[in-house]
Each structure stands twice: as C-alpha cells, then as structure tokens.
C-alpha cells in the first residue's frame, strides 16, 4: 500500500518559496520521481491595523499588510524522496507542513 505525502510549504518571501518548489521539482525529475503540483492557491492577505498617532491631530500609521503564499505538491510513493524534500534545510521564512496519508488498493479494506 503506498503512501501519498502532501508537501504544503508557505512563506511571505514569494522569490524565496518559488526557488525551494523549483529545487524539489528538479529534484525528483532528476530521480525519476512523479510529484503532482505545485498546486497554487491564492494568497492570503492579512492586515494588522497601526494604532499609534502621529502628533496631536490624530492622523494614525498606516496599516500593515502583507500576504502568505503557499505551494502544494503530492508525492505518491517514494518514501524515500518524500523524506528528503520533507526533511532538507528551508531558508528562513519559508514553512512547511508534511501530511503523509496510506492509501489502500481498490477491494481492500
């Protein structure tokens, strides 16, 4: 029964996380692995309101906002290679999360 390893890596440096989803992808082409994705979804945008003041007339910072970018890729078997991306050093800022499922044939329970 094969396993199915979800790679979900996110940062808000989108150069950064662009360049870590190519090396993967060179990666298993190199190997000879199947990797599905990356799949793209939108980015979250998030904003944090500034409330401080600028002086006595009350004018406030502007607010900061910025967005996450996430890639996702699914690894069908290769454990091995799963483990390795999984398991390599990320530059700072950018996160991963490994969700690994198994997956049973059709007529088995």
């Known amino acids: 029964m094969p396993f199915v390893t979800t790679l979900s890596l996110s940062s808000g440096d989108r150069p950064a996380l662009e360049d870590v989803v190519t090396d993967i992808k060179e ?16 980015p979250e945008r998030y904003v ?12 406030r ?27 390599r050093d990320f530059p700072e800022g950018v996160h991963i999360e490994v969700d690994v499922e198994q997956v049973s044939g059709a007529g088995r329970a």
């Open 27 to 42: 990666s298993a082409e190199r190997k000879g692995v199947e990797i599905k994705g990356p799949q793209t979804p939108p």
């Open 48 to 59: 944090a309101p500034q409330p401080k003041r600028l002086g006595p007339e009350g004018r």
């Open 61 to 87: 910072f502007a607010d900061w906002s910025f967005s996450v970018y996430t890639r996702r890729m699914r690894i069908v078997g290769h454990d091995e290679f799963a483990r390795a991306a999984a398991g």
